[in-house]
Each structure stands twice: as structure tokens, then as C-alpha cells.
């Protein structure tokens, strides 16, 4: 399988908090919910797209928490993801956690890269994480990571826990598809080239040329 990491981000790659202002308050963050205005029908079909590819979710214990105790509430016939979020197999990295009540859901226990280059070898299309963010941060630099979507806010918060924190482990990425919607989201995929992509790179050089 390929692991794909899915994150809202606003211009300045804050990712905390992106749908209410009660979701995530760690640090005192108070700005939470800037997602939402920007919601459009654009994105729920990408969004609806890249989970038609997913043949399994990965969280940290944060999010999963959070995504456990509300997607099973949302029962609606009508909505776009509930049903796959619901039935999808889970997987939670976490080694405080003794199970998982959002069924089927697997605890992954010890080193986290360790575990889920485990499930990479395994035949499948995509394991998806979604959210997430320290897990993807560490899954990212240690070379796991296949796949980056960002869906990007026409936001500048100032505050907030970032997506991609320094310091992390230099990565390469291959943009590979882009767009806009109505609401001024941008959509960014990016295939991972890897940290080698960047050994030979002389900024200077280059601009000079």
C-alpha cells in the first residue's frame, strides 16, 4: 500500500483546530474553525475522490479519539463520507491506548514508522491519514510517507500548532496535480521524491544560472 497524507492548512501552515472553534484548544488556541467558510461543493467531490482510493485510515490517538466519538453519530443516508469513514478498517498508532471502540479499528503499538512500514508492505492501494499531524510530521521524515494532498486556506491565522514544524527531517516533493475552488481553496497533491532529492541542490547555482 501507499501511505497519503491529507491536511488542512492555512497560508501560514497552521493545521489546528480547522473545524470548530471548540475542536482543538491545546496551547490556548482560539482560532479554530477557519475551514468551514471555505467549504464548497468543489472540494467535497476531490475529497470525496481521494477516499474513493483509500482501502484503510491511520491516526494518532489524538485525532482518532476525536474522529471515533463523532463520525458514528453521523448517520445521514445523504452524507458524502460517513458510510466509508464508518467502514473503512482503522488503524491508531498509539501505545496508551488499549482498543479502539470505533469498529474495525487495530492498535499499532511501538515505534510508529516501524509499524506502519509493516501495513505498507501489505497489498492494498491507499492507507490514508487524515489529521493527524505530529504522526504524519514523524512518518514523513522517516521516509514512510508516499503521497502529500494539502488543501489550503486563503487564511493567515498567526497562531496555532503548524503542519510541518521545525525542525523536521528534509523531504523532497514532485507536485503532481493542483487546482482551485470557487471558495478560494487551493488543492496541492504531491508525490514524496525523498530527502536525495534535495543532496544536490545549490539554491545559489541554480538562481545564477
Do not use: C
Not at 501552515?13 to 475542536?23: D, I, R
Not at 476525536?66 to 469513514?85: C, G, I, K, L
Not at 474495525?104 to 489529521?131: F, M, N, S, W
Amino acid at each position: 500500500m501507499q501511505i497519503s497524507l491529507t491536511a488542512f492548512v492555512t497560508l501560514d501552515s497552521v493545521s489546528q483546530g480547522p473545524g470548530s472553534s471548540t475542536e482543538d484548544t491545546s496551547g490556548e488556541f482560539s482560532r479554530g474553525g477557519w475551514f468551514v467558510p471555505h467549504l464548497d461543493q468543489a472540494f467535497v467531490q476531490r475529497a470525496s475522490e481521494w477516499l474513493d482510493l483509500a482501502d484503510g485510515l491511520l491516526f494518532g490517538r489524538r485525532t482518532y479519539t476525536s474522529f471515533a466519538r463523532d463520525w458514528p453519530a453521523v448517520t445521514d443516508p445523504d452524507d458524502p463520507f460517513a458510510e466509508r469513514m464508518n467502514s473503512l478498517p482503522k488503524y491508531v498508532v498509539s501505545n496508551t491506548l488499549e482498543t479502539g471502540d470505533w469498529a474495525p479499528t487495530t492498535v499499532l503499538r511501538g515505534d510508529p514508522a516501524t509499524a506502519v512500514r509493516e501495513l505498507k508492505a501489505q497489498p492494498g492501494r491507499e492507507l490514508q491519514i487524515h489529521g493527524s499531524a505530529r504522526l504524519g510530521n514523524t512518518l514523513l521524515s522517516a521516509g514512510v510517507v508516499d503521497k502529500v494532498r494539502l488543501v489550503m486556506t486563503p487564511t493567515v491565522l498567526g497562531a496555532g500548532r503548524l503542519q510541518f514544524p521545525h525542525p523536521v527531517s528534509a523531504t523532497g516533493l514532485r507536485l503532481v496535480r493542483h487546482e482551485a475552488t470557487p471558495s478560494g481553496l487551493v488543492l496541492l497533491e504531491y508525490d514524496v521524491t525523498g530527502a536525495a532529492a534535495l543532496d544536490d541542490y545549490d539554491g545559489v547555482t541554480n538562481l545564477a544560472s
